[in-house]
């Protein structure tokens, strides 16, 4: 019983409180809201257009190393030094793979601005004020993705080898042989490269992509314009 009274006491164990009632609750009410915010973002808004399974994880993730890093660090003095050695090993932090595409990057970006707004807000900012944040980045995104964005215009480039249809004039035959052949409904063709060689091209297909369509993950999206 001595070896624990101390414990039970001063609620301290290697120089640390055991518990703090009121800012553990804090960070579980914090964490749940964000983790809720966070989840509904990705999972309802993002991921019916998307259904790329392995960004619903490292969006998730993100979610929540972000939040616990900068509220816990929040309550901690941090040297200068140590401080600019965080940031720059974030600097050294790469993903090597293919390239992330533009609209995948403004996901990652919602969801670490989301985590950031959550658990660096103080007392000075009121809890309306941090709903009413939340909530318009939730109804601004889904009006983008759901609303705005509907038909959002995507291509895929294709090696085609019947380069006899890739004339001006037999633009309609050859959409209509694409879609035999791939099952996409193309609007318009562009030529990216001719290789008479081998009588081949580099052509992209434009098309518009639906919520339910199932074509693979690697689907291009451009602008309506087509830039």
């Not at 301290?12 to 800012?23: N, T, Y």
């Not at 969006?59 to 929540?64: D, E, N, Q, S």
């Not at 490269?193 to 199932?214: H, L, P």
Request: charged fraction near 25%; proline fraction near 2%; aromatic fraction near 16%.
């Amino acid at each position: 019983m001595n070896i624990l009274n101390p414990l039970l006491l001063n609620e301290q164990f290697l120089g640390m409180e055991i518990i703090d009632k009121s800012d553990f609750l804090e960070l579980v009410v914090r964490f749940t809201f964000n983790f809720l915010i966070s989840f509904y973002i990705i999972r309802y808004i993002y991921y019916p257009h998307s259904r790329r399974k392995d960004y619903l994880f490292t969006y998730l993730i993100f979610a929540v190393i972000i939040f616990f890093l900068c509220n816990l660090l929040s309550n901690v003095k941090l040297e200068m030094g140590f401080a600019f050695g965080l940031f720059a090993v974030f600097g050294l932090i790469r993903y090597r793979t293919d390239s992330i595409p533009i609209k995948e990057m403004t996901y990652l970006f919602i969801v670490i601005g989301v985590s950031l707004i959550n658990a660096l807000a103080n007392k000075k900012v009121s809890h309306a004020e941090l709903l009413f944040t939340n909530f318009a980045i939730i109804a601004i995104t889904y009006f983008l993705e759901k609303k705005w964005l509907m038909n959002m215009e995507y291509f895929k480039i294709i090696v085609y080898e019947n380069i006899e249809l890739i004339k001006h004039e037999k633009h309609d035959l050859l959409l209509e042989d694409i879609k035999m052949r791939t099952g996409i409904n193309g609007h318009r063709v562009s030529i990216d490269k001719i290789n008479f060689m081998r009588d081949i091209a580099y052509i992209r297909v434009y098309y518009y992509k639906d919520i339910n369509d199932k074509y693979p993950d690697n689907d291009m999206p451009i602008s309506d314009d087509g830039d």
